[in-house]
């Protein structure tokens, strides 16, 4: 039984800047499921044009919350099952916050806001010929900023945005509070997610206010210490 795991190339420091990408890596390392990368900086490769895609005896799946879900399936695991239905339900409503709304919060601070786009832009294209670099960057970033505004966090003003965002990562402060998981002294699939999420906000060498807001949640930047030394160590 094989797993590929088809995701974006590092950067940043991080085990994925994409953070559905690192939500599932997570996932995977927490379920104790060997897995083999296959790099793939060009979404439009994958089945619906986002990452991340797992291959796994010859079944593609995309989606990494629909993989989560035929992976655990499939190998009987459930890093949930100490959880009661109202926490499950608490984990849901956490996960499509940070996947729905923190997540365009994340993506304004790197690809539309001038300072955070200024330190973003040579980590993701910095490796493409100059000749071609021009035109993919403003291809890509125009998409971009389109979907933000498709999605509507892309039409307030940064500094509501930002607010916006910022009132998910005090939420999830609160939440957590002094545990050292989201839901107790052990992790479950939820902490894949937030992992995911808080990692790329408090950990990279990015200065932008999302950066700066997240690393005011003494616990949320502890918490992201303890995801990664317990699952990318060294
Ligand atoms: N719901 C999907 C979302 C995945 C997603 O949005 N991936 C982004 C990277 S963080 C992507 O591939 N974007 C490429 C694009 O929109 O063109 C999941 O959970 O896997």
Redesign the pocket.
Known sequence: MTIELHQ?PTGLGMPNI????M??ETWLRLAGLPYEIKWQPD??K?PV????VVVADGETL????RIIQRLSQKHGIDLDAGLGPQQRAQAHAMRRML?ENTYWGLVYSRWIDPQGWAQFWPVFFGRIPAPVRALVTRMIRG?IRR?AWGHGMGRHPPADLYARAEADLRALSELLGEQPYFFGAEPTSFDATAYGFLGNICEPAMKTPLNDAARRYPNLVAYCARMRARCFPG
Not at 49 to 52: R, V
Not at 62 to 65: F, G, I, P, V
């Open positions: 974006f994409s953070p559905f990408c939500k599932l979404p439009r994958a044009g986002k990452l991340p995309c989606d990494s919350e996947e998409q979907d």
